[in-house]
C-alpha cells in the first residue's frame, strides 16, 4: 500500500477516533485457529471488559477492513469497552477456502466458531451479528446459551428468503436475478447502493467497496456463499433464545428491511429493539454513534440506553458511572456524597447526575439510599440487632435519620417492619 494512501486512512481514523475521544489503536495481528476441518483467521483488539465476537455477514476480510477508515473508526470504538474478537468465516477473507460444490452451511459456520472460541480460551463471550451473521449468533446462541452472556444482532434477519408465512425479504427469482448481476459484475462496486446508498457516489468508497469485495471472496465463492444465505431459516428457535438480545436495525435499510428485526423482536422474549435513522446497511457508515452508545450501554450494563444527553461524555466517562454503580453496591455503609464520588472517580458533579440518571433510570443518592434501606431490611430479621446498630451498618450516623428514610421506602417504620416479619413466623 502506497504510504501516502495509508497515512490519509489514519488521518482520517484519527477524526473519527476524536469525535469520540478516543486514542488511536494499533492494528492487530492476524492469528489462526487451526483444526481438522481447516484454518480460521482472527483478531483480537482491546484489552477492557468482557469477550465480544463480532460475526460478520456474507463475505469479509479481517486485515481489507482496516483499509476502510469508517469501518476501522467503528470497530475502535467497540473495542474501546470490550476484548473485541473478528474473524472471517470459511470460504471468505484469509480463512481457508472451501470446496465450492459443498460450501459450509449454518450448523457448520457454528462449530467453526466454537473452535475460534476455544482457540482463544473463552468460555462465555458476548456476540454482534451483523446481517447474515445475526442468523448465525442466533443458532449459536441456541445451541450453547451456557456461551452467550449478551447478544448483538445489527441489521439482521432469521429468514431472507419471501414465503406464505413469511412476507418479509425477496422472492427466489428476485435473489437469483441478484445473483447472476453480482457474478457478471464481481471486481466493481458491485451493491454499493444497496449496502452504503448515502456514500454509493463517492469515488473513494467505489474504489474502497470494489477492494474488499476482491480481497474478500472469489466470484464464485461469493456466489455460492450467497445462495446459502438464501436457505437459512431460523425462525423456528427464536423463542428458545435466552440470552439478553438487543436487536438494531436503520429504518430504512435498503438491503435488509427493518421488519425482519421486527419480526425477530416479537418472537425473542424480552428482547430490546432500536430502529434508528437511515438507510445505509454497512454499520460504519451512517450516523451511528447513538448505535454504538446503545451497544456500550447494553454491553456494560443491563439495557440499552439511547439518549442525547450520554453522548456528551466520553467513553472513560461512561466507565467510570458503571464504577460507581458498582461502587455504591459494595461501600454503601461508608459516608459517600456526590461531591465525594466526583474526587474519587476524577469526573464532575453535573455528569455523575446526568448520566447516571440516563443509565440507571434513578438519581445517584436514591439509588444509594435503596441499597442501604434493603439491605437494612434484611438486617431487621436479626432480633439481637438493634436499630441503632443497623442504621449504623447500612451508613446512617443518626438512627432517627435512618427511620425516616425508612419509613419513606416502606410505610412503616424499622420496629414496625421487625414485628410484622415477627408475626409472619
Known amino acids: 500500500m502506497e504510504t501516502g494512501y495509508l497515512k490519509s486512512i489514519l488521518i482520517y481514523a484519527q477524526r473519527r477516533l476524536s469525535f469520540f475521544n478516543l486514542p488511536l489503536m494499533n492494528i492487530p495481528n492476524t492469528l489462526y485457529a487451526r483444526s481438522k476441518e481447516g484454518n480460521l483467521a482472527y483478531q483480537i483488539i482491546g484489552d477492557k471488559g468482557d469477550f465480544l465476537i463480532l ?35 470459511r470460504g471468505t477473507g484469509l480463512s481457508d477456502n472451501i470446496n465450492e460444490n459443498e460450501p459450509p452451511g449454518i450448523q457448520e459456520r457454528a462449530n467453526d466458531l466454537e473452535i475460534i472460541l476455544s482457540q482463544i480460551g473463552v468460555k462465555k463471550a458476548n456476540f454482534i451479528g451483523l446481517s447474515e451473521g ?76 470494489s477492494q474488499f469485495l476482491r480481497r474478500s ?42 421488519q425482519h428485526s421486527q419480526y425477530i423482536h416479537d418472537k425473542i422474549p424480552n428482547s430490546q429493539l432500536i430502529l434508528s435513522s437511515g438507510n445505509d446497511h454497512l454499520v460504519w457508515f451512517g450516523e451511528y454513534k447513538k448505535e454504538l452508545l446503545a451497544i456500550q450501554t447494553f454491553v456494560t450494563g443491563e439495557r440499552a440506553t439511547v439518549n442525547s444527553k450520554l453522548e456528551e461524555l466520553r467513553v472513560e466517562d461512561l466507565f467510570k458511572i458503571y464504577q460507581i454503580r458498582d461502587f455504591l453496591e ?75 428514610a425508612f419509613k419513606r421506602k416502606f410505610n412503616m417504620n424499622p420496629t414496625e417492619f421487625r414485628k410484622r416479619l415477627q408475626s409472619k413466623k
Open 330 to 404: 459494595t461501600n454503601y455503609p461508608e459516608e459517600i456524597t456526590i461531591s465525594s464520588l466526583a474526587r474519587s472517580f476524577g469526573i464532575n458533579q453535573y455528569k455523575i447526575k446526568t448520566a447516571f440518571s440516563e443509565l440507571f433510570e434513578t438519581p445517584v443518592i436514591h439509588f444509594l439510599t435503596d441499597i442501604r434501606l434493603s439491605n437494612a431490611s434484611r438486617l431487621l430479621t436479626d432480633p439481637e440487632e438493634s436499630i441503632a446498630s443497623i442504621a449504623e451498618k447500612v451508613g446512617y450516623k443518626h438512627s432517627n435519620n435512618f427511620s425516616i
Open 217 to 258: 471472496a472469489s466470484p464464485t465463492t461469493a456466489r455460492k456463499l450467497y445462495e446459502m444465505n438464501i436457505e437459512i431459516d431460523v425462525t423456528s428457535i427464536l423463542r428458545k433464545v435466552q440470552a439478553p438480545t438487543l436487536i438494531i436495525h436503520r429504518e430504512g435499510d435498503r438491503l435488509i428491511e427493518s
Open 134 to 209: 445475526g442468523a448465525l449468533a442466533l443458532r449459536f446462541a441456541v445451541q450453547h446459551p451456557g456461551m452467550v452472556s449478551k447478544l448483538i444482532l445489527i441489521g439482521s434477519f432469521a429468514k431472507w428468503l419471501k414465503s406464505d408465512s413469511y412476507p418479509y425479504g425477496l422472492t427466489k427469482r428476485q435473489h437469483l436475478k441478484s445473483i447472476d448481476y453480482i457474478f457478471e459484475h464481481w471486481g466493481e462496486p458491485v451493491g454499493l447502493k444497496y449496502f452504503a446508498p448515502s456514500v454509493q457516489h463517492k469515488k473513494g468508497v467505489q474504489k474502497q467497496w
Open 55 to 89: 460475526i460478520p455477514g456474507w463475505i469479509s476480510n479481517i486485515e481489507a477492513v482496516w483499509d476502510i477508515p469508517e469501518a476501522a473508526a467503528w470497530l475502535r470504538y467497540i473495542a474501546s469497552f470490550s476484548k473485541l474478537v473478528i474473524f472471517d468465516k
